[in-house]
């Protein structure tokens, strides 16, 4: 490959023309050992002339490049060592575990093809696991960015007690996701939970609820539970983005009279799309990795009522009496690549969007 | 030790230092010189909590004047199966481990990826009601004696406690004879002032199928299979009434409402408390009782397997027993772990086992000489009159083991679909039990022709044993 390489050496083109003391010491032009005897030549220089840099066409070989360039490639290393471990090599191994009937017991299992994707396609259970992922993304999503945004905007000001309530709401962040699982089970208790006794005292209702037992509101106070509980990292996303809206864009629209209704949705708003894609994108990710919230909240229950994929998973590849690694890898694979189809089309839609708004 | 406390004690930091160093070498010392004697150290897994004292002892005891010591990890039964795997492959095994599920399916699975090593030709296992247990694919495979039960197979954990101070308050009482009307009313009436009148374990589903079982079975049903035909049974009318009596508490609204939330630890904890007047359990509950709750097990009363008429005697049939603890295949003192095995098969064991009071002991007649509450006394008195040994396919065919080695688990199993009657996730359960017992007849057909493709002879008649009534024991001359 042809390309141009240009030096930060400065070198002096004659003594005579450059009286500057700094550059007196710099040695006659030559090139950088790096790059002698590997086809790269100088065809010319610029700059002041006291400080020429030398233009260098060369033709460098990925080999050279890849020596020149050794000390990023080792500081690297440890990188590319842990996501090859723990990340790449992992997907590629349950690519493989997906096509085996593997009961885990024996050192390998049998090749079986597709046999396990095509049982999934069948699998009611499946698409039951499917679908609670869905609906939990699509109520905990906008749920917890909406929320967080609202709460931003309000802890963006500064009155009494702002850092206060700021950390009143980050402080779940910090507790462990399958603890509060265990404690939220006995705040959503029937009978001694502190949330029925207060609907039963104050009368609102006559009966308790059993949030966590009837399959028709587990999943909500699931939810709910989630987005109570990482609702404090959204906020510091959002904080973090308000401030780089500048004051004097709010400042100028106070003078025009807009009211704080509009300045939020005609100059926040807009200003913060690129924050909300990308905070978006993180809830996302999140609320799909919902294990250790949902194993010590419901374990699934009742009858698969919360049972979302990761808990479908571990299901078939630990807690079965003859647990099937293979169709569990076949399970997260198979989910796997539907949700990149869903974001691939989402990415699709949005640069669509983004050039058609452009072009109008 | 923070630096306060360690000033106040006069201990400079230096002190505690140095003191822990020297500690440190004096252990590396003494562990050196225990290897050095030639001590085998027995890496030993298991599940049985309540046991843990007992066995420490009985360890203990022996080692002292035998060169062999157990290095003991009591595991979490959810976790165990999951821990094995994972040792196994790693070839990390223990010397010795128990397989919590212990169904047969499970057993054939894991010899069949060669876990388990034999039992050392020096253990015995030889009076009759020990040679009586033995069976292949439960505790031998391909003739030799891999394993051995310490529990017997004589108990169900559908015996009804209830609180006899919590029904006295509200006028009422449970006899040993009551029906499923009678505990019905009891419960109704003991339904007042935040207190409950029954408590179900919903979130176990393993023992939720147990009890229901149990309770259709103390209607007339032979088990989840009808040994007379082999067909799955669990559709059956006595199944649906069993589901259909225990939602009538939650119609009444005797149940407690915590139920559908709770295992069974916490359910008999909320129990324990008050919070409900009864609760089925096992025999086991008096150990965790007096362990745990002793005031509260003072004015406990139980009560064997209700039928619904309120006969004196109903009948569950329970499947052969399979071993309760291996000796892995990775294991390089199968001798050692044999002798040390052979402690758990005295007189003297079973005796210290019923005192445990967890599952009834191999030698139930230990139980008489043992001191153990009177409800342990009375819930294992019972089982000798009421439960019965099913037959049992693998028993006759040993080529079953590769039929049970391929079955999957049907999902939703029996206990889903109870969470789910409970949880209102259908309104008539027995179009969902029937749907399931369809899928286990398909499953298992499928199973029988994989099994027979693979060169297996085995084939649904198998599951048939035309001379089983039920109500009796199905001993080995009757295969």
């Not at chain 2, 079982?213 to 559709?235: K, Q």
């Not at chain 2, 065919?397 to 969470?419: F, H, S």
């Amino acid at each position: 490959m042809t390309g141009y390489l240009i030096t930060g050496r400065p070198v002096p083109t004659t003594h005579q023309t450059c009286t500057d003391q700094r550059f007196s010491r710099v040695p006659t032009l030559q090139l950088p050992k790096r790059l002698q005897g590997r086809g790269t030549q100088i065809i010319g220089r610029y700059g002041h002339p006291c400080m020429l840099t030398t233009l260098e066409q060369s033709a460098p070989g990925w080999r050279s490049r890849l020596w020149a360039d050794r000390w990023i490639y080792l500081f690297l290393v440890p990188t590319v060592v842990l996501i090859g471990t723990f990340t790449v090599y992992p997907v590629l191994a349950s690519l493989w575990f997906s096509l085996l009937d593997w009961n885990g017991f024996g050192s390998a299992g049998a090749f079986v093809g597709l046999a396990n994707y095509q049982e999934l396609w069948g699998d009611r259970l499946f698409w039951n696991a499917f679908s609670n992922t869905l609906v939990f993304l699509a109520f905990a999503v906008p749920l917890r960015v909406g929320l967080a945004l609202f709460l931003a905007v309000i802890l963006n000001a500064t009155f009494p007690l702002v850092r206060v309530f700021r950390t009143a709401i980050f402080l779940p962040v910090v507790t462990t996701a399958a603890i509060v699982g265990v404690v939220m089970r006995y705040v959503l208790d029937p009978t001694s939970g502190p949330i029925n006794l207060v609907l039963l005292n104050s009368g609102i209702l006559d009966q308790p609820v059993n949030f966590l037992g009837r399959s028709s509101t587990a999943l909500y106070a699931a939810i709910g539970i989630w987005v109570w509980k990482w609702l404090g990292v959204t906020l510091i996303y959002w904080l973090a983005a308000l401030q780089t809206i500048p004051r004097d864009v709010y400042e100028a629209a106070e003078v025009d009279g807009a009211n704080p209704l509009y300045r939020f949705f005609y100059i926040t708003l807009p200003m913060l799309t690129p924050f909300t894609i990308i905070i978006t994108l993180i809830t996302v990710i999140e609320a799909t990795n919902v294990f250790d919230l949902m194993l010590t909240l419901t374990g699934g229950g009742p009858f698969y009522g919360t049972e979302v994929i990761d808990i479908f998973v571990y299901r078939q590849a630990f807690t079965a009496n003859i647990p099937r690694l293979g169709y569990a890898s076949a399970a997260a694979i198979f989910f796997g690549v539907c949700f990149a189809a869903i974001a691939a089309v989402q990415a699709v839609a949005l640069i669509k969007f983004r050039a058609r708004r452009r072009s109008s | 030790m923070n630096n306060y406390s360690a000033e106040m004690a006069g201990i400079s930091r230096r002190a505690i230092l140095k003191s822990g160093a020297a500690f440190a070498a004096l252990a590396a010392v003494a562990g050196s010189r225990a290897f050095a004697q030639g001590t085998t150290t027995i890496k030993w897994w298991d599940i049985f909590q309540p046991l843990i004292p007992l066995h420490t002892k009985m360890w203990e005891d022996y080692a002292a004047d035998h060169p062999i010591s157990v290095d003991y990890t009591g595991m979490n039964p959810s976790d165990m199966m999951q821990a094995l795997q994972l040792a196994v492959r790693s070839n990390q095994a223990p010397d010795v481990f128990n397989v919590p599920s212990g169904d047969p399916a499970t057993l054939a699975s894991l010899n069949a990826a060669d876990w388990f090593a034999p039992l050392d030709d020096s253990f015995v296992f030889d009076k009759p009601y020990q040679q009586q247990t033995l069976a292949e694919g439960f505790t031998q495979f391909g003739g030799k004696l891999y394993s051995f039960p310490i529990f017997s197979f004589r108990w169900h954990s559908t015996s009804l406690w209830h609180s006899k101070p919590a029904l006295e308050a509200v006028g009422a009482s449970l006899s040993d004879t009551a029906n499923w009307d009678d505990i019905r009313a009891a419960a109704k009436a003991a339904t007042t002032d935040g207190k409950y009148g029954l408590l179900l374990p919903l979130q176990f589903t393993a023992r939720i199928a147990d009890h229901l079982t149990d309770l259709a079975m103390a209607a007339g049903a032979p088990g989840r299979i009808d040994w007379r035909t082999g067909e799955y049974a669990l559709a059956s009318d006595e199944f649906v009434a069993a589901l259909d009596f225990w939602l009538s508490f939650q119609k009444d609204g005797s149940l407690h409402p915590a139920s559908a939330s709770l295992d069974a630890r916490q359910g008999r904890s909320r129990w324990a408390a008050g919070e409900a007047a009864m609760f089925f359990d096992g025999p086991w509950n008096s150990g965790v009782l007096t362990n745990n709750f002793a005031d509260f097990l003072e004015g406990v009363e139980v009560t064997p397997l209700p039928t619904p008429a309120g006969v004196d005697k109903a009948y569950a049939q329970r499947p052969p027993i399979p071993g309760t603890f291996f000796i892995s295949s990775q294991s390089e003192h199968a001798k050692e772990a044999s002798e040390v095995m052979q402690l758990m098969t005295t007189e003297e064991y079973y005796v210290a086992l019923a005192e445990r009071m967890d599952q009834p002991p191999l030698d139930l007649d230990a139980v008489a000489k043992a001191n153990v509450h009177p409800t342990y006394r009375k819930a294992v008195a019972g089982f000798a009159d009421s439960v019965r040994l099913a037959p049992d396919p693998l028993i006759r065919n040993p080529d079953v083991a590769k039929v049970y080695a391929e079955m999957r688990d049907i999902t939703p199993g029996l206990g889903e679909i109870i969470q789910g009657a409970f949880s209102g996730s259908f309104d008539d359960p027995r179009p969902i039990l029937q749907d399931l017992a369809d899928q286990m007849t398909a499953e298992r057909d499928r199973a029988i022709k994989v099994a027979t493709d693979n060169g297996a002879k085995v084939s649904v008649d198998d599951w048939v044993f035309d001379n089983w009534t039920p109500g009796t024991d199905y001993t080995s001359d009757m295969y």
